[in-house]
C-alpha cells in the first residue's frame, strides 16, 4: 500500500491536468507522489481533456499498482470535468475506506469489478450513460444506504451491492440481476421491481434479514438453481405484487 491513514484536520484540494499523460491512463506513480505529498486528507480533482480510462492497463491487470488502491487518505474525488472519461477499471478504488463523494463524468459508460470495493459511500447517484457494472464493484461499502441505478443498465453483475447498509431498491429497467447482488444487505427492507425485469439468480437477496416487502414481482421471472430469497425471514408476511406464492415458489428451489 502506498497510501496510509494520517491524523491531520485539514484537507487539501488537488488539481491535476496531466494533458502529457497517456490518455487510456493517469500515470499511477505521478498520483501517488501527489496524495503522499500532501500528507493530509485530500479531495481530488481530475481535469483531463483526453483521458477514457482510469484503470491498470500499463500494469498488466496488476490491481496492486492501480493508482488509488487502498488509499485512505483521500476523501472525494471528481470527475466531472474529464469528458472524455468512459471507463474505471477494476480495483481502480478498492480499499479507500475514506472515500465518501464522487462525481462521475457523464460520459462514464463502465465501471469494473471491485473498482469501489471498501469505499466509504453513504450514497450514489450513478450516471445515466452507465451500462456496466463489474462484479463486486461496490461490495461492502458498508454505509451504503441509498443508489440510484440508471435507466440506460440493463445488468446488475454478481455481488455488486453485497453486505452494504442500502434500505431501499428499485430495480428501474434491469432485465437480470447477477448472483448474490443484494446479499447480506441486512437493512433492506423494500424492492421494486421492474417491468422488464426476467431473471434473478441465485441468492440475490440472500440473508437480507429486514427484507418485507417486494413489489411488482411477476410469474415471468426465471430463478437459478437456488433460492434469490434464502434466509429472509420476514419477506412472506408482506408481499406486494406477485404476492405470497410467488416468493414461496422460488423458496422451494433453494
Aim: charge should be neutral; hydrophobic fraction near 40%.
Amino acid at each position: 500500500p502506498f497510501c496510509y491513514p494520517y491524523q491531520m484536520v485539514t484537507t487539501t484540494a488537488i488539481t491535476l491536468n496531466r494533458e502529457d499523460d497517456a490518455p487510456s491512463l493517469i500515470a499511477s506513480q505521478h498520483i501517488k507522489r501527489v496524495i503522499n505529498s500532501s500528507a493530509t486528507p485530500t479531495n481530488l480533482t481530475i481535469i483531463h481533456p483526453t483521458i477514457i480510462n482510469i484503470g491498470t492497463s500499463l500494469n498488466n491487470g496488476d490491481w496492486r499498482f492501480t493508482p488509488f488502491f487502498k488509499c485512505n487518505l483521500l476523501l472525494s474525488i471528481d470527475l466531472a470535468n474529464s469528458p472524455s472519461l468512459s471507463t474505471i477499471g477494476d480495483r481502480a478504488f478498492s480499499d479507500c475506506s475514506n472515500l465518501s463523494n464522487i462525481l462521475f463524468p457523464p460520459s462514464l459508460s463502465i465501471v469494473g469489478e471491485y473498482a469501489f470495493y471498501k469505499c466509504g459511500f453513504t450514497s450514489l447517484s450513478l450516471p445515466d450513460s452507465l451500462t456496466t457494472i463489474g462484479r463486486g464493484a461496490f461490495q461492502k461499502c458498508e454505509a451504503l444506504s441509498a443508489v440510484r441505478l440508471p435507466t440506460s443498465l440493463m445488468t446488475l453483475n454478481s455481488y455488486v451491492f453485497q453486505g452494504t447498509a442500502l434500505i431501499n431498491v428499485d430495480l428501474g429497467k434491469l432485465r437480470s440481476v447477477g448472483e448474490g447482488c443484494f446479499s447480506c444487505c441486512s437493512s433492506l427492507s423494500k424492492v421494486s421491481c421492474g417491468d422488464s425485469l426476467t431473471r434473478i439468480s441465485d441468492f440475490v437477496f440472500h440473508k437480507c434479514s429486514e427484507l418485507r416487502v417486494v413489489e411488482n414481482l411477476h410469474r415471468g421471472v426465471a430463478v437459478g438453481g437456488a433460492s434469490p430469497f434464502a434466509d429472509c425471514p420476514l419477506l412472506l408476511r408482506d408481499v406486494v405484487g406477485g404476492g405470497v406464492d410467488v416468493i414461496r415458489s422460488l423458496n422451494k428451489r433453494a
